[in-house]
């Protein structure tokens, strides 16, 4: 760009970076970064966000958290997203109680979370086996307003099915129909494999039939 006589602004430079962070050279995307300070083009949200999202994405968690902190000391308030980048990074390494604390300054904060937050969570919660606490999230969701996305649901499901509670993950299936959302191909697997697994072979039959009514296999 700048060879071309065309001067890079933060927009340039975001694109840049995130497209960086998208093909995991993150690295390359922090020297772009640091050549914005030396130009005096100043971040702005999208910029740190595409950051945050890369080193989370690379097991650099510590790091983006240091970029949020840096955010602040700049004065660019960081948002919904910026945080769930990184909720998504502790839950991942199975870290949930820290992102229950995370969870509570981001509100503390004025932030609202939004479905992908709570959804995070609710799969984080249920890859550790905390059932009760991630069902408690998903009514407390619902109490709030929010409305389950596919994702939501299916970590739910799979949360139920690895504890071997079929019958809670069938009843959270129908809950799923009858809110209008309607599962994938994994929601479905994830049911199908577990029914078999315990010889219910029956449902998982029936639900077999159903996927492939709706075109999933």
Same mark, same amino acid.
């Given at each position: 760009?700048?060879?071309?006589?065309?001067?890079?602004?933060?927009?340039?430079?975001?694109?840049?970076?995130?497209?960086?962070?998208?093909?995991?050279?993150?690295?390359?995307?922090?020297?772009?970064?640091?050549?914005? /300070?030396?130009?005096?083009?100043?971040?702005?949200?999208v910029?740190?966000?595409?950051?945050v999202?890369?080193?989370?994405?690379?097991?650099?968690?510590?790091?983006?958290?240091?970029?949020?902190?840096?955010? /602040? @000391? $700049?004065?660019?308030?960081?948002n919904?997203?910026?945080?769930?980048?990184?909720?998504? !990074?502790?839950?991942?390494?199975?870290?949930?109680?820290?992102?229950?604390?995370?969870?509570?300054?981001?509100?503390? +904060?004025?932030?609202?979370?939004?479905?992908?937050?709570?959804?995070?969570?609710?799969?984080?919660?249920? +890859?550790?086996? $905390?059932? @009760?606490?991630?069902?408690?999230?998903?009514?407390?969701?619902?109490? +709030?307003?929010?409305?389950?996305?596919?994702?939501?649901?299916?970590?739910?499901?799979?949360?139920?099915?690895?504890?071997?509670?079929?019958?809670?993950?069938? !009843?959270?299936?129908?809950?799923?129909?009858?809110?209008?959302?309607?599962?994938? !191909?994994?929601?479905?697997?994830?049911?199908? /494999?577990?029914?078999?697994?315990?010889?219910?072979? @029956?449902? !998982?039959?029936?639900?077999?039939?159903?996927?492939?009514?709706?075109?999933?296999?």
């Open positions: 760009m700048a060879q071309r006589g065309v001067t890079p602004d933060v927009w340039s430079y975001s694109i840049m970076i995130n497209g960086f962070c998208k093909i995991k050279m993150v690295d390359e995307a922090m020297k772009l970064f640091e050549e914005m /300070h030396c130009k005096q083009i100043f971040p702005n949200v910029t740190y966000n595409s950051l999202d890369g080193l989370c994405k690379s097991g650099r968690t510590s790091c983006a958290l240091e970029l949020v902190d840096e955010m /602040h @000391d $700049r004065g660019q308030p960081s919904i997203i910026t945080y769930n980048s990184i909720l998504d !990074a502790i839950c991942k390494n199975n870290h949930v109680d820290k992102a229950i604390v995370l969870l509570t300054k981001i509100k503390e +904060k004025g932030i609202q979370p939004d479905i992908f937050t709570y959804t995070v969570l609710i799969n984080g919660l249920c +890859k550790v086996g $905390r059932l @009760d606490d991630a069902q408690k999230v998903f009514e407390d969701l619902l109490v +709030k307003g929010y409305s389950p996305n596919i994702y939501t649901y299916t970590s739910l499901i799979n949360g139920f099915c690895n504890k071997g509670f079929f019958d809670e993950g069938l !009843a959270m299936l129908s809950k799923m129909k009858d809110n209008g959302c309607i599962p994938n !191909a994994i929601t479905y697997e994830i049911l199908i /494999h577990s029914l078999f697994e315990k010889d219910e072979n @029956d449902k !998982a039959e029936k639900l077999l039939r159903e996927m492939i009514a709706r075109g999933l296999l």
